[in-house]
Every structure is written in C-alpha cells, then in structure tokens.
T-cell receptor
Framework: AQSVTQLGSHVSVSEGALVLLRCNYS??????LFWYVQYPNQGLQLLLK??????LVKGINGFEAEFKKSETSFHLTKPSAHMSDAAEYFC???????????FGRGTSLIVHP | DVKVTQSSRYLVKRTGEKVFLECVQD?????MFWYRQDPGLGLRLIYF???????EKGDIPEGYSVSREKKERFSLILESASTNQTSMYLC??????????FGPGTRLTVT
C-alpha cells in the first residue's frame, strides 16, 4: 500500500522568499516519487522525480527536492519565489509493483509581491 | 516531447446526455488514465487501461465507462450526464510505473 500526505492545503510566501512544500509518503517497497505543478486551467506537468538515484533531485524552474528515507519525506524547495511560481503543486508516489500513482491532495502556492 | 491531447477544453452538456471525452497520446505508452479533479478533493482516478481493450476501475467509476480500441486513444463516456459530474477531467499516460504525462484537461459543465 502507498499513500501521500501533503501538509498544508495553502502556502503563502513573499516574492524572493524561500518556498517549502511538504510531502510525506508511505510505501511498502522503495518508491518512485514525483512533484507535479498545475497552473490555472491547465493539466499537470512534471517538476521533478526521484527514482532511486541521487537523493537530491533538481527539477525545472529552480525547484529541487530531497528524498529522506528515514523521515519518509520528499519536500519541495526553491530558494527564491517568483510570482510565476503561483500554482497548485502535487506530490505523488508509485512503486515498481504498481503503475498507478497515488497523489496527494495538492498544495496551493500563493506568492505575494 | 510527449504530447497528450484532449478533444475539448470546455464542454457544456445537458442532464441526461451521453458525453464522450477523448484523449490521444503520441508516445506509445501502455498505460492511460482518466481522473476527475474537484476543489479540495485532489485527483480521483475514474478508470485506467494498461493495454488495448483492457480496462480497470479506479476509485470512482460509477456513472462512467471507457473504451480503448487503439493504443494511443482512451475515451471516457458519461452514459447519462448528471449535474454532479460537472468537473475538470484530466487524461494521462505513462510508461510502466514512471511519471505520468497529462493532457490540458476538459472542464465539463452539466446543466
């Protein structure tokens, strides 16, 4: 069984501030982990993924995430928020035994000028 | 680049109508998925398919059916549309258990 918890349905930051979106997972086998971003009225697009290589994963638009097995976490960070980062962010987990990912409920990132 | 296209971005239908939503992917992916997305509920899986003519129910299949006659095409059918099926519908495809590629979504309104 696998599950994902995203802490905070909304996160608000000022432009230029650190972005931290939290994701905790559970999986009975080593997981694949993903972060997706969804801009208004669009589909989801992949930001980054972890598939058992380096634990620090760099993605598009300056985002990165670190896989911490001991904490079962895969938090998403960006050093300096930009107005264009305002969107919905989804964490997802899948494992080698199932091609059906489990998605978190999403976190809406709000960026203030 | 993988491309997933959906037949309509916006659709307005009347209660009781039969509705077809089509999805096409161009990367020869085995797996295709239909989700609906509602505020506060995230993505909920309606149906998925892991091969041509194969389909499996997801978490909320009631009121929906699907068809996959060709590998690249996966259709979602609302047999008799109801107002509670007003939602954003997202199609996705994937290779094995790797990342999913999503279409732009269809915002369906049933009146």
């Amino acid at each position: 069984a696998q599950s994902v918890t995203q802490l905070g349905s909304h996160v608000s930051v000022s432009e230029g501030a650190l972005v931290l979106l939290r994701c905790n997972y559970s999986s009975s086998v080593p997981p694949y982990l993903f972060w997706y971003v969804q801009y208004p009225n669009q589909g989801l697009q992949l930001l980054l993924k972890y598939t058992s290589a380096a634990t620090l994963v760099k993605g598009i638009n300056g985002f990165e995430a670190e896989f911490k097995k001991s904490e079962t976490s895969f938090h998403l960070t960006k050093p300096s928020a930009h107005m264009s980062d305002a969107a919905e962010y989804f964490c997802a987990v899948s494992n080698g035994g199932s091609y059906i990912p489990t998605f978190g409920r999403g976190t809406s990132l709000i960026v203030h000028p | 680049d993988v491309k997933v296209t959906q037949s309509s971005r916006y659709l307005v239908k009347r209660t009781g109508e039969k509705v077809f939503l089509e999805c096409v992917q161009d990367m020869d992916h085995e797996n295709m998925f239909w989700y609906r997305q509602d505020p506060g509920l995230g993505l909920r899986l309606i149906y998925f398919s892991y091969d041509v003519k194969m389909k499996e129910k997801g978490d909320i299949p009631e009121g929906y059916s699907v068809s996959r006659e060709k590998k690249e095409r996966f259709s979602l059918i609302l047999e008799s549309a109801s107002t509670n099926q007003t939602s954003m519908y997202l199609c996705a495809s994937s290779l094995k258990s790797y990342e999913q590629y999503f279409g732009p979504g269809t915002r369906l309104t049933v009146t």
